[in-house]
T-cell receptor, first 113, second 117 residues
Framework: QKEVEQNSGPLSVPEGAIASLNCTYS??????FFWYRQYSGKSPELIMF????GDKEDGRFTAQLNKASQYVSLLIRDSQPSDSATYLC?????????????FGKGTTLSVSS | GAVVSQHPSWVICKSGTSVKIECRSL??????MFWYRQFPKQSLMLMAT?????????EQGVEKDKFLINHASLTLSTLTVTSAHPEDSSFYIC?????????????FGDGTRLSIL
């Protein structure tokens, strides 16, 4: 069973702090990884994707990938109340249909003002 | 760019009714579309993968005769929930990808909240 694991949280940080979200995956063959943000009752929206080991930065967001440890993380700097949402980590897997995204259960982030 | 439109956004209907949900890629051609289902406080569960012009491939445990998927063009996929029952009530979300490459992200529609009475 190919899985993506996340701590469900909630993760609570004060406004302006760094929020660190973590994710592990079981399929060593996964090559690309995605972070989505989902507000309650809404569909996910893409924040970042990464497929090379190391860090990838985009504005206040930094994704980190360590394939040897099968670990992906998302750092949010200068957290804002509007960042409060559920963050979904996803990994591409290959099955009989081709490639598809497998999602973790999500980490709920709460940023207090 | 990369806008995916899903319709309807909310459906309430009686048990036994069949419901069709449409997923359209508005500004790109989607070679592959995906259908997910999400129950409250749960993660997205992949139901099926649909490549344009071919039959959808369903995940284990998903009944293909109950959840009919048609991907007749590069911009439209439909999911029909046949003879829906209360246990089918869920949030159904489609996503689309512009190429077969796994490095390309999927873009999600706004979802359809299905309530079966």
């Amino acid at each position: 069973q190919k899985e993506v694991e996340q701590n469900s949280g909630p993760l609570s940080v004060p406004e302006g702090a760094i929020a660190s979200l973590n994710c592990t995956y079981s399929d060593r063959g996964s090559q690309s990884f995605f972070w989505y943000r989902q507000y309650s009752g809404k569909s996910p929206e893409l924040i970042m994707f990464i497929y090379s080991n190391g860090d990838k930065e985009d504005g206040r967001f930094t994704a980190q990938l360590n394939k040897a440890s099968q670990y992906v993380s998302l750092l949010i700097r200068d957290s804002q109340p509007s960042d409060s949402a559920t963050y979904l980590c996803a990994a591409h897997i290959t099955d009989q249909a081709g490639t598809a995204l497998i999602f973790g259960k999500g980490t709920t982030l709460s940023v207090s003002s | 760019g990369a806008v995916v439109s899903q319709h309807p956004s909310w459906v309430i209907c009686k048990s036994g009714t069949s419901v069709k949900i449409e997923c359209r890629s508005l500004d790109f051609q989607a070679t592959t579309m995906f259908w997910y289902r999400q129950f409250p406080k749960q993660s997205l569960m992949l139901m099926a993968t649909s490549n344009e012009g071919s039959k959808a491939t369903y995940e284990q445990g998903v009944e293909k005769d109950k959840f009919l998927i048609n991907h007749a063009s590069l911009t439209l996929s439909t999911l029909t929930v046949t003879s829906a029952h209360p246990e089918d009530s869920s949030f159904y979300i489609c996503s689309a990808r512009a190429s077969h490459s796994s490095n390309q992200p999927q873009h999600f529609g706004d979802g359809t909240r299905l309530s079966i009475l």
